[in-house]
Nanobody, 123 residues
Framework: EVQFVESGGDMVQAGGSLRLSCAAS????????IGWFRRAPGKEREGLSC????????YVNDHVKGRFTVSSDNAKNTVYLQMNNLKPEDTGLYFC????????????????WGQGTQVTVSS
C-alpha cells in the first residue's frame, strides 16, 4: 500500500544541476517526515536531508549543505531534492523513505524505502 517512486536521476557534468522527485502513495505527508538518502559505489548508505512540514523541520546535512535543497508539494504527495553544483563524489543511487518521528537533524526509524534513481556526475 505504501510506496515511494524516485525519479529525475541522470548523467550530468560536474557543476550541473538535477531535480529529484519522490512520489509517494498510500499515506499523507502530514503524518510523516520524508528523508533523502544516497549510496555511492562501495560505500554505506548516507543520510542527506529530511522534511516534515507539520513539525517545521527542514534539514540538509553538512556534506551537501549550500548545494542541495529539500522541498515538498503535499497536494501532489511529492518531495523534491534540488541538487546544484554537482561534483563527481555525488555519484550514487538516491532514494527516499519515511519516518513517523525524527529529530531536528533527521535521526529516526525510516521505513518503506523506494528503489532509487541513479545520479552519475562526470568530470
Amino acid at each position: 500500500e505504501v510506496q515511494f517512486v524516485e525519479s529525475g536521476g541522470d548523467m550530468v557534468q560536474a557543476g550541473g544541476s538535477l531535480r529529484l522527485s519522490c512520489a509517494a502513495s498510500g499515506f499523507s505527508f502530514d503524518d510523516y517526515a520524508i528523508g533523502w538518502f544516497r549510496r555511492a559505489p562501495g560505500k554505506e548508505r548516507e543520510g542527506l536531508s529530511c522534511i516534515d512540514s507539520s513539525e517545521g523541520i527542514t534539514y540538509v546535512n553538512d556534506h551537501v549543505k549550500g548545494r542541495f535543497t529539500v522541498s515538498s508539494d503535499n497536494a501532489k504527495n511529492t518531495v523534491y531534492l534540488q541538487m546544484n553544483n554537482l561534483k563527481p563524489e555525488d555519484t550514487g543511487l538516491y532514494f527516499c523513505a519515511r519516518a513517523m518521528l525524527v529529530s531536528p537533524t533527521c535521526v529516526g526509524e525510516y521505513e518503506s524505502w523506494g528503489q532509487g534513481t541513479q545520479v552519475t556526475v562526470s568530470s
